[in-house]
């Protein structure tokens, strides 16, 4: 089990930048796969971006705008967030499970952070 502890989240304005952290404890998180989900309110939790290695996946509505990275050394993976829009405004989530592949769906993690809140105003 790895414990997930996110920063970074706040207000900003549309079309601002914001710099989300997921700090992991545990030797052994290179070999974690690691997650970015969201969840708005009175909506599903829904997948943000993915890391496995140096495999990134995103959803389409942030494709080209975020960028997932991670730092092995820091036990830490990061969510850049440009261009943001009002609609991007939710609790963002970090997620880790035993690596191997990129996964996409929240039942696929087993560890989760308590989240960070992220508000872009129009």
């Known amino acids: 089990q790895v414990q997930l502890v996110e920063s970074g989240g706040g207000l900003v304005q549309a079309g601002g930048s914001l710099r989300l952290s997921c700090a992991a404890s545990?030797?052994?998180?290179?070999?974690?796969?690691m997650g970015w989900f969201r969840q708005a309110p009175g909506k599903e939790r829904e997948f943000v971006a993915a890391?496995?290695?140096?495999?990134?996946y995103y959803a389409d509505s942030v494709k080209g705008r975020f960028t997932i990275s991670r730092d092995n050394a820091k036990n830490t993976v990061y969510l850049q967030m440009n261009s943001l829009k009002p609609e991007d405004t939710a609790v963002y989530y970090c997620a880790a499970r035993g690596g191997g592949l990129i996964y996409t769906t929240p039942s696929e993690y087993d560890d989760w952070g308590q989240g960070t809140q992220v508000t872009v105003s129009s």
């Open positions: 890391i496995w290695w140096s495999s990134t």
């Open positions: 545990g030797r052994t998180f290179s070999s974690y796969a």
